[in-house]
């Protein structure tokens, strides 16, 4: 690849520091006179202005409280959040309390049933219906759901 530069192109003519700083001068008049007549224009604005400042200000912040106040109560980390997530911490604290007797009371069963013979022959006896000799086991039925029919609705 070739890169070498022919010609080199004036794209556009920089004006000369002298030059600009004339321009200024000429034109400074024009932009006080323009500046003066808006000054003018502006100023009973600018007095009223002036004068309620303090209202303004008065104003500002009491919008800016209100806002910040409903901000924290109920954005999306605000107080009524805030409760919530706490009742619901309160609740699963409840909930693995039980969980946990409920661990430990099975644990104790699983030791009680591996180790003694008493446990043994108690789970025996009421699931698998064993009996010793002699004894005779009652079982009573299991209730039995009558399905309602058209000629019952009558």
Sequence with gaps: MDFRVDRLHRSR???NPEEGVRVLVEQAPRAEV???GLVLKLRPSLKVLYAIRRRIATGAIAVFS????VHVMFGANGMVVYRQKKAE???LQREIGGLQQDNQRFTGQI????TDPKAIEKEAREQLHYARP??????SPPSLAIPESKSARK
């Design 134 to 139: 002699g004894e005779v086991i009652f079982v």
């Design 34 to 36: 323009w500046l003066d």
């Design 89 to 91: 911490y309160r609740s």
């Design 111 to 114: 030791k009680a049933l591996q």
């Design 66 to 69: 209100i806002w910040f106040f």
């Design 13 to 15: 003519l920089l004006p």
